[in-house]
């Protein structure tokens, strides 16, 4: 089956310096990727999802991941990090369906002023 | 507004007691899914529904069970609680199984003592 790592439990950078979430998968055959957040008492949202194409992929809130097939890996950056971004992200992995999807541990965000 | 209801928000449970935990969708979505989410494990799948009418077990079912009488509803019960029960709960749906985006509830936190 599938598995996600996400090295870095927790993350600390100041407000406008730049993001860089790791996110590492096993998976035999070419992966769904997702990035998800959740901030403190809510559900996932969704940032962004790769199935295949543009490694590049481009997500909500200024946030974008990159594919690299050579290094498993589904890295989430943003160039300039807001207070609001403080939340925890988890990056997730599947299949041709959703009931095979697995998730990483977390990383929690804290920005600091 | 559209989206996921779960109820309770949170609940205290003593152990041996039964226990089901709501979720309502008014999206329309075929799939529904129940997950647990723990420190430093992440979101973990229960069970999930591909349509209703329909469940299947997901990584860890032991202790729990579903049903899915209709589109909407797919409540989750515990037929006696344990402590390692202990977790927050949530629910997610998607349009389809086949790795469309999840959309979740904002969770039930149940302690079980």
């Known amino acids: 089956a599938q598995s996600v790592t996400q090295p870095d439990i927790h993350i600390t950078v100041s407000e406008g310096a730049s993001l860089e979430l790791r996110c590492n998968y096993s998976y035999g055959a070419t992966p769904y990727l997702f990035w998800y957040v959740q901030s403190p008492g809510q559900g996932l949202q969704l940032l962004l999802k790769y199935f295949s194409g543009d490694t590049l992929v481009q997500g909500i809130k200024g946030f974008e991941a990159e594919f690299k097939r050579s290094q498993s890996s589904f890295n989430l950056r943003k160039p300039s990090v807001h207070w609001s971004d403080a939340a925890e992200y988890f990056c997730?992995?599947?299949?041709?369906?959703?009931?095979?999807?697995?998730f990483g541990a977390g990383t929690r965000l804290t920005v600091k002023p | 507004i559209a989206g996921i209801t779960q109820a309770p928000t949170s609940q205290i449970l003593a152990a041996g007691r039964r226990m089901t935990l709501r979720c309502t969708q008014d999206?329309?979505?075929?799939?529904m899914y129940w997950y647990r989410q723990d420190l430093g494990l992440g979101l973990r799948l229960i069970h999930y529904?591909?349509?209703?009418?329909?469940?299947g077990k997901g990584e860890v079912p032991d202790g729990y069970s579903v049903s899915r009488a209709n589109t909407d509803d797919f409540p989750l019960t515990l037929a006696s609680a344990v402590p390692s029960q202990t977790s927050v709960y949530f629910c997610?749906?998607?349009?389809?199984?086949?790795?469309?985006?999840?959309?979740f509830g904002n969770g039930t936190r149940l302690t079980v003592t």
């Open positions: 529904s591909n349509t209703a009418g329909t469940t």
């Open positions: 997730a992995v599947g299949h041709y369906n959703n009931n095979d999807m697995r």
């Open positions: 997610a749906s998607s349009d389809s199984i086949g790795n469309s985006p999840l959309h």
């Open positions: 999206m329309r979505h075929n799939a």
